[in-house]
């Protein structure tokens, strides 16, 4: 692993929230394409058209259980007056060699079951008496308790019209059609069409691997006994489920003491299972910023890009550090330590990284215009962006917490983000604002 030092110019500037981003994905590709079976293709990419090699459904089926019969066989049929019909056996889903239906005919069949030759219609059992001689039934009995039903007459009391309850071959999808097509994002559905048209492995984009370590020596993990001076360390939670919110794998590193050397090598450690290496804390301007100290510094014969911190004119999230480490030069991006810091830095910058990686072209949260709800103006310093956490609904954004909260309690309540613009010094309630959409 290896950092370099810190341009001059770098030190100096103050960078736009939005010239960070663009400089950040810049230097970002998206993860080489590789094939994957289905359950581990899911919320992958796909990189391939993908068509459908037969049609589906692949047969004429029954939509309904009930009796295949011909549609002059019920015509006229009612309540009163049924069509009597020789049931001549049953069609089950998955029989390859179903039994033809003759004149005065029909056929058990069940949903799903393919159309037997001579049939044109399907009748559903609610609209028969199932066999029994009596008034119309709710159902079918079991084959295994009453075998003989398969036999014998059924009366129908309605007729039914050509094709009825019965789904047509290839009215799904024809062979041949576009099934999913490069760029979509495998959920649920996708994974079941891929596997109704016989695909049981797709090329994709991986997921990325996504490594998130916190720093300070005052952090302590959840469950464990706070002593003076200590925190319990929720960043490294927060940045790890925010991961794998936004699509990738989230491994979650504990808390690094605020040492270089130890930092240094739990990077290189972590390294071997990281597409994106995310760190939180210690990138301020503070003797123990640990995370700015042991990755500015160049170390000789080491490989890697080197590390870049910066000041941006956001608040909060002022001070940013971006780069990429280790011989693969795999992308670090370190942010603030503070919990509000670190999650409007995650949404801002990390997570465009994460859908980067994943070859997604609409990396950002959605944007809205708010008419903001508030009992005073929200007030920016001069040449400051502030990102206020909000609850958005209907048009109207309400702040929560207020500008100066940096308590995890008001990010908990938040659903959107409230740019304040560099230009604006206050924001009177009442006005259009530009809100960043998180949920």
Known sequence: MSAATTPAT???????????LEDILAAVRPLDPIELQLLDAQGCVLVEDVTVPVSLPPFDNSSMDGYAVRVADVAGAAEDFPAVLTVVGDVAAGAANPIRVGPGQAARIMTGAPLPPGAEAVVPVEWTDGGLGGGPVSGMRAR??????ASGQVRVHRPAKDRAHVRARGSDVQAGDLALAAGTVLGP??????????????????????????TGSELVQPD????????????????????????????RVG????????????IEDQLVRADLMVTTGG????????VKEALSAVAEGEEGGGVDFRRLAMQPGKPQGFGSVGPQHTPLLALPGNPVSSYVSFELFVRPVIRTLMGLKDVRRPRTRAVLSAEKALTSPAGRRQFLRGRYADG??????????????ALAQADALIVVPEEDTSVEPGTEVEVVLLG
Do not use: C, K, M
Not at 10 to 20: I, K
């Open 224 to 251: 464990e006994q706070l002593a003076n001076g200590q925190i319990y360390d929720s960043n490294s939670f927060a940045l790890t489920a925010a991961a794998r919110d936004a699509g990738a794998i989230g491994y």
């Open 283 to 290: 990138v301020s301007v503070g003797a123990y910023d640990v």
């Open 396 to 409: 109207t954004v309400t702040p929560v917490g207020g500008a100066g909260s940096h308590l995890v309690a």
């Open 144 to 149: 295994s308790l009453s075998p003989e039903d």
């Open 10 to 20: 770098g030190q100096d500037r103050v960078w736009t929230v939005d010239e960070h």
């Open 189 to 214: 559905p996708q994974i079941a069409l891929l596997a109704a048209i016989g695909r049981g492995a797709v090329r994709v984009r991986p997921r990325p691997r996504v490594v998130v370590l916190s």
């Open 255 to 266: 808390a690094v003491a605020d040492d270089p050397d130890t930092l240094r090598s739990t």
